[in-house]
């Protein structure tokens, strides 16, 4: 079998692919920034020392690390429409599902981060009179997400990869661009090769970035 790449041009990228690549980016940024300040809350409430507060935040996020994403993606598909009587499209399901599933990774890359600043700082801040609120807001906080940056876009990048996920759904990110295009071209074997190409570049040159960021924190500390 003869492989044939003719197909590919501008016009099937604009045609099936920028939507999906669109969906892709934006489920990223939005998983990301949910996922961060959802992590960042169920990371404090594991370190307030406060049972009610701890418990259900460790429960939450050892549970949600312990299952398959897609199995979760499927989960959210299903069962919510079920509850609240209406569907939610498959694009809304993505969103929710990502924000939830990912703040229990960035929860864990934040409570290390936290506990990464030196404990002198915060007996300081206390010694200030800082209230605990004050003392993560303007002591805590801005170290660990300056400690933490490399490897918040390192899952970032990796939650920009299981984005691809959402095809199981019928969701139309890059991959479901891509198989579209397959389809109606006739190119379905082409598609999926074009489609790893695509990921890989996008991902290694952002892993590259990622890795020169990393190099720049070090000099600075």
Not at 42 to 62: E, Q
Not at 104 to 130: C, D, H, K, N, T
Not at 166 to 173: M, N, Q, R, S, T
């Amino acid at each position: 079998m003869q492989l044939d790449f003719s197909f590919f041009n501008w016009a099937l990228v604009s045609n099936f692919l920028l939507k999906g690549l669109y969906f892709s980016l934006l489920l990223t940024l939005v998983a990301t920034v949910g996922g961060v300040v959802l992590g960042t809350l169920l990371a404090l409430m594991r370190l307030s020392g406060l049972a009610w507060l701890a418990w259900p935040a460790t429960i939450y996020v050892n549970g949600m690390r312990s299952i398959p994403l897609v199995m979760v993606i499927l989960w959210f598909f299903l069962l919510v429409p079920a509850l609240i009587g209406r569907p939610i499209g498959a694009e809304w399901s993505a969103v929710i599902t990502f924000v939830a599933f990912e703040a229990a990774y960035f929860s864990e890359i934040m409570r290390a981060g936290i506990q990464s600043v030196p404990r002198g700082q915060v007996l300081a801040g206390q010694a200030l009179g800082m209230r605990y609120a004050q003392l993560m807001q303007l002591v805590v906080l801005p170290q660990a997400f300056r400690n933490m940056l490399p490897l918040l876009l390192t899952q970032t990048i990796i939650l920009f990869q299981d984005t691809s996920l959402v095809y199981a759904i019928g969701a139309y990110d890059l991959l479901k661009g891509f198989e579209i295009a397959g389809k109606n071209f006739g190119r379905p074997i082409e598609s999926y090769l074009a489609a790893a190409v695509v990921y890989f570049v996008l991902c290694y040159a952002l892993s590259w970035l990622v890795k020169r960021l990393h190099q720049k924190i070090a000099i600075v500390r």
